[in-house]
């Protein structure tokens, strides 16, 4: 019965991304072009890599606000282990990448040892990480990055943007995991009903400090793409991404109460947003217009799923 | 919520950024503060360091396709520039200028917009950056395109855009500001400074020429600390008002460096009950500030006009597209602002900036 709702909740977005491709196609000449759609993907990949594991958090009945800020610190160490501390390139990434995934374990510290909801721990942290984000940069952007490092974010492989490989990637492996793996069955445990899931013998506590070291280590991993893509380190990067990756994964059908969604649903999710950003504005609808669209498609979408939904329960 | 708890964290933290020494919010590159007093010494002259755009069609006197992406959208000040833009459109009659921008100072989407418009095939580009470094490699990729792009307002690397139209020199404005400032609290005294953020490029380099300025001509002038409040209405309020709790006497003037940020520093001074004790000096637009002065709560708005700004980037623009302005010329023709001088190899000066007081600011209306 949930497996039936939730295919139905996909089949539902998967037509609307058909529906929404065709008809920009339609309306603005230059969209349905290959150049476009992976330039698209580049735009595409920071929040994506952020999605897909929101969507485990999500499915746990977390959320988790903070990834945004975990973007922004990340490439400040980046920058700042290279630049200021003089670390080789490839370490400076490992370094950054290493605090990414602190700043989300400390988060799923918070929530599991001292039982703070999500929501207060992560909008806490949210402030936190900006804040250690400004102050480690001392306020200066950091540039001059070799030219080598621009290849991840500017540069291709076999003719396909760089970043589309890394998120081609994650996204199998993240569906792999919440699909066919215990950890998988162990998150929607979780989200299903906590109590229980503890009863059963889960290990609750560990796989949500995992889950969130992979929220952390997934934002520094945007972090180290962003800051290819744009060559320059600030620390306002990341700003308000949490919700970008939030209304993604919650359009591709993901419970917000836990316990429900697919890597498919968020996938298609992602899509659609970012082929309606793009397409309107191609279209000639300026960004006012664009975000007024996206706001009526979410409710829409979510809408429809509800009625069927009721419907094939009823 | 979001935002006052990075106002929180913020203040955490700006008390180690206040061991840095220098101003924070400052850039890092050479200053050149304006002698105290007298004319300005005249700069050398630099060869053209801008970009160029690759198998450029041929557009003179064609009807061109222009869009303009500020920083963001529904601000005063970028109103101004748009409205400017489109007189401008209007009067040459070639060219169909559209504005579209961010509705927040975001690099992200700034880039992605401009990004759109390649894709969709403009003729022209003009643009206000939200950092300098940021937007080059979409620019250089709308002049792989053949595009013509100039910049206003604030600029990217020069050789990310062909020209750009500066509305005041750095240092002028700086010696503007520091000098309105010294005579209102009387040549000494503690200020601080309300910014948008740390690492916006305009507003670190004024920051920077004003501490070479203020250390230069008014030593006595202490700066107690720079806050940012994002080109943010309530934001700037709220540090503004912070600043005045937490500095007490010892606070007697706030510079505010964004239209945003001058009008609500304003506000929270006369709020707060402190006008004649607190100055406020700052950029801003007149109509936003016209309350404050005629109340006499603020004495001196500096700016330079954004209407023109707007109009002499459009002329620019078609220019650069006719081929009229070419590397290496000393002048352009601006329609009603007449010629304008090409400063620091691809600039191009608007002029001197202006300093709106009781006496002439409600002769202005934008």
Known sequence: MRMKSIFRHETILFLVVIAALVILSIQAEQFATIDNLLNQGRFLTEVSLVALIMTFVIVTGGIDLSVGSILGLSAIVLGVAWKKLGLPLPLAILVALSVGTLAGLFNGIIITRFKVPPLIATLATLALYRGLAEGISQARSIRGYPEWFFVLGQGEFFGIPTQLWIVAFFTLLTGFILTYTTWGRATYAIGANETAARFSGIAVDKTKLFIYAASGFAASLAAIIFVSRVSTTRSDMGMGLELDAITAVVLGGTSIFGGKGTIVGTFFGLILIQILKNGLSLAGVKSDGTYIAIGLVLILTLLISNLFNRNSEG | ?366
Request: glycine share 10%.
């Open chain 2, 1 to 366: 919520m979001k935002k006052y708890l990075l106002l929180i964290s913020g203040l955490l933290f700006s008390s180690s950024l206040a061991l840095a020494g220098d101003w924070t919010g400052g850039d890092d590159l050479p200053t050149n503060p304006l002698p105290c007093s007298g004319p300005a010494p005249a700069g050398e002259a630099k060869p053209y360091d801008g970009g160029s755009p690759t198998g450029a069609p041929n557009r003179k006197g064609k009807t061109i396709t222009v869009v303009d992406v500020p920083k963001l959208v529904g601000i005063g000040y970028f109103s101004a520039t748009t409205k400017g833009i489109l007189d401008a459109a209007a009067e040459m009659g070639s060219m169909n200028a559209k504005t579209d921008g961010p509705s927040e100072a975001n690099i992200d989407d700034q880039i992605t917009l401009i990004d759109n418009y390649i894709t969709q095939g403009v003729d022209g580009v003009l643009f206000a950056a939200n950092d300098p470094g940021a937007i080059a490699p979409v620019l250089k990729k709308a002049l792989s395109k053949g595009i013509n792009v100039v910049g206003y307002d604030a600029n990217s690397d020069p050789d990310a855009r062909q020209w750009f139209v500066n509305q005041a020199e750095f240092n002028g404005i700086a010696k503007s500001l520091v000098d309105n400032m010294a005579r209102e609290i009387g040549g000494s005294g503690g200020v601080a400074i309300v910014t948008s953020t740390f690492t916006t490029p305009n507003q670190a380099r004024w920051i920077a020429e004003m501490e070479a300025y203020s250390n230069k001509c008014h030593p006595k002038l202490e700066w107690l600390e720079t806050v940012e409040a994002q080109e943010d209405n309530i934001l700037s309020f709220n540090q503004a008002n912070t600043l005045i709790n937490k500095y007490g006497s010892d606070l007697k003037g706030i510079y505010g460096m964004t239209s945003v940020a001058t009008p609500a520093s304003a506000d929270a001074v006369t709020q707060a009950n402190q006008c004649g004790n607190i100055a406020v000096v700052g950029l801003a637009t007149p109509n936003a500030m016209k309350p404050y002065v005629n109340s006499g709560c603020v004495e001196s708005v500096v700016l330079w006009n954004p209407v023109d700004l707007g109009y002499a980037a459009a002329y620019v623009l078609r220019a650069v597209a006719d081929g009229d302005l070419k590397p290496g010329a000393t002048s352009v023709n601006a329609g009603k602002l007449g010629e304008l001088q090409v400063i620091n190899g691809s600039e191009i000066l608007l002029g001197a900036p202006y300093t709106f007081n009781k006496g002439n600011i409600n002769d202005f209306d934008f």
